[in-house]
C-alpha cells in the first residue's frame, strides 16, 4: 500500500514537533519558516502540523502561526485548573495562552519526575478538561525490550495512562520506545508494527470505534531519511519529532513524506 493510499483510509495523520527544553525568542523564526512553507505549497501536505514549544513560547508562536498551517501544542501540564503549586501550569492556562495539544507521560517526565500511569492519565483527563487534545506518551526502556517485556510494558501503559473519557478527537498516542528516543536508533519496522497492532487491539477493545480512529503516532529517532519507512508502518497515523524538529529545514524534510506518492 502507499502512503497516500494508507493516509486515505485513516484519519488525518499529526506531525508533532516536540522542542523540549529548547528555543529562545530567537527560535521562533523557526516555527514561522514551517508555517510560511506549508502555507505556499502548491500541492498540500497530507498531515496536521504542530509544534510544541517551551511554555514560555507558546503564546508568542500561537500568535505567530495564527490561524495558518502550524497548530501549538505544549509539553506538560498540571492535573488541577489552579492553586498552589508554585512552577506547575494548568491545562487552562496553556490553551489559554493558544495550545491546542499537550504532551503528557512523555518518557523523560516518567523518569525525572516519577510520574506514574495514573498521573498520566489525570493529566490527560486534565488537557480535555480544558478542551485540549492531549498526546499520551507510551515505550519501553532497552532493559524491558531486551527482557522481551515491550508488548507487556506498553500495554500496561496504555491501560493505565488512558482516561475513559478518550476520543478520537481529544486523545492521541505516541509510541515512543526509550531507548530510540534522542538516539539515532530506531526499532525494526516489523517490531514497529507489532506494537501499534497491539496498541490499536487495545484501543478498539476499550474505546469500540473512537479506538479504530485514535491516532497513534510514533516517536524515537525520526528524521527525513527514515520518516517514510516509519509512516508507511500499518497503524503508524503520525510521528512525534524530537531533535528533527528544532530546525524548520529538517522538521520539514519529514513533513514531505505525507506528500510522496510511493512509499517502499
Ligand atoms: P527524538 O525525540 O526525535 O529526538 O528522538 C522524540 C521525543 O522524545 O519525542
Known amino acids: 500500500m502507499t502512503l497516500t493510499e494508507k493516509v486515505e483510509s485513516r484519519p ?3 506531525v508533532a514537533g ?16 514551517v508555517d510560511k512553507a506549508l502555507a505556499a505549497e502548491v500541492s498540500p501536505i497530507g498531515a496536521e502540523v504542530m509544534i510544541c514549544p517551551p511554555a514560555t513560547l507558546i503564546m508568542v508562536m500561537a500568535e505567530l502561526v495564527g490561524e495558518g498551517s502550524v497548530t501549538v501544542g505544549a509539553q506538560d501540564c498540571h492535573c488541577a485548573v489552579s492553586g498552589a503549586n508554585t512552577g506547575d501550569i494548568s491545562a487552562e492556562m496553556l490553551a489559554d495562552a493558544g495550545a491546542s495539544a499537550v504532551i503528557v507521560g512523555h518518557s523523560e517526565r516518567r523518569a525525572d519526575h516519577r510520574e506514574t500511569d495514573r498521573l498520566v492519565r489525570e493529566k490527560a483527563r486534565a488537557a480535555h478538561r480544558a478542551g485540549m487534545q492531549a498526546i499520551v506518551c507510551v515505550g519501553e526502556t532497552i532493559g524491558q525490550r531486551q527482557a522481551d517485556l515491550t508488548l507487556e510494558v506498553v500495554a500496561r501503559q496504555i491501560a493505565g495512562s488512558l482516561p475513559d473519557d478518550a476520543t478520537a478527537d481529544n ?15 530506531t526499532p525494526l519496522v516489523a517490531d514497529v508494527a507489532d ?3 497491539m496498541i490499536r487491539q487495545r484501543l478498539c477493545e476499550r474505546f469500540g470505534e473512537a479506538g479504530i480512529a485514535m491516532r497513534v503516532l510514533y516517536g524515537g529517532s525520526v528524521k527525513a531519511a527514515n520518516a517514510a519507512e516509519l509512516m508507511a508502518v500499518e497503524n503508524v497515523d503520525g510521528a512525534l519529532v524530537g531533535g528533527a524538529s528544532l530546525k524548520a529545514a529538517d522538521f520539514l524534510g519529514i513533513i514531505e513524506v505525507y506528500r510522496t506518492q510511493t512509499v517502499p
Do not use: C, D, F, Q
Not at 486523545?171 to 536508533?185: C, D, M, Q, R, S
Open 18 to 33: 516536540n522542542w523540549k527544553m529548547n528555543g529562545l525568542k530567537s527560535a521562533l523564526g523557526e516555527a514561522l519558516a
Open 12 to 14: 488525518r495523520p499529526l
Open 195 to 197: 506494537v501499534h497492532a
Open 171 to 185: 486523545t492521541i498516542v505516541a509510541y515512543e520506545p526509550v531507548w530510540a528516543i534522542g538516539t539515532g536508533l
